[in-house]
């Protein structure tokens, strides 16, 4: 599988760099992220729209009914944020094991859902909530 960049420049993604309060976080580009946190995506997202980039957040029309919004880095986790439209529009938000991110196949620890997009507080919480005991194995979306 190739991974293509999502945009020649893409910017550090204000609500990332707007939340940065924790030493140690550090915002994350789409293409800086590890391969296989990338491929994860990927997979889950396969019309995975860049920050910023177009967005059908409905079910009526065309094009890519995904896009990226932020991803955060802290200790030994990632956290990725995408929008997923159509009639359930929603955030994931998806924890990632840094210690695994350079695995060639790693799967979310947890997901959490939103409803709108994720702000300071939500991917603060995110970001340092303690772990399910076991990790999420639920479906591609």
Known sequence: MTLLPMTALEPVQSVAAACLHQDGVEAVAF???PIA??????????????????????DVGVGPRTRFIAAVHYKDRYVVAYEHG??????????????????????????????????????ASTIT??????????PNW
């Open 86 to 123: 159509g009639r359930g529009y929603h955030v994931d938000m998806l924890t990632y094991s840094a210690s695994f991110a350079d695995d060639a196949y790693t799967g979310p620890l947890a997901r959490q859902v939103v409803f709108d997009k994720p702000d300071c507080s939500a991917l």
């Open 31 to 33: 293409d800086h992220l």
């Open 129 to 138: 909530a303690p772990l399910p005991e076991t990790p999420y194995i639920g």
């Open 37 to 58: 946190l990338r491929m994860d995506l990927r997979t889950r997202a396969p019309d995975l729209s860049p920050a910023g980039g177009p967005f059908n957040a409905s």
